[in-house]
């Protein structure tokens, strides 16, 4: 089992930035891609984006691709989000998660971190 927790969230005007943050612990190296979902009010839960062990392999959800960057730590056990160019859309609660590659379904979630977009 793979514990997450997440920081970083919060309010940010449209246009602006925002990096989450995710430092894993317990059996990290069962689950060794990590990456990002999101929760909008009144939505289900969607991809946003993964990145493998060794970072070679990234992928992005069609929304994102262009404004937001996955990129990892293993030293700090820790995956980030950086996003910019925000829009009200964006806002979402956001889950880290990890799993067995960068196209697989999750093996943990983390509790989210709330970020809103908003002026």
């Known amino acids: 089992q793979v514990q997450l927790v997440e920081s970083g969230g919060g309010l940010v005007q449209p246009g602006g930035s925002l990096t989450l943050a995710c430092v894993a612990s317990?059996?990290?190296?069962?689950?060794?891609?990590m990456g990002w979902s999101r929760q909008a009010p009144g939505k289900e839960r969607e991809f946003v984006a993964a990145?493998?062990?060794?970072?070679?392999?990234?992928r992005y959800a069609e929304s994102v691709k262009g404004r937001f960057t996955i990129s990892r730590d293993n030293a700090k056990n820790t995956v980030y989000l950086q996003m910019k160019s925000l829009t009200p859309e964006d806002t979402a609660v956001y889950y880290c998660?990890?799993?067995?590659?960068?196209?697989?379904?999750?093996?943990?979630w983390g509790q989210g971190t709330q970020v809103t977009v908003s002026s």
């Open positions: 998660t990890a799993g067995q590659s960068v196209t697989d379904q999750p093996d943990s």
């Open positions: 990145i493998s062990w060794t970072a070679l392999s990234k």
């Open positions: 317990g059996r990290t190296f069962s689950s060794p891609a």
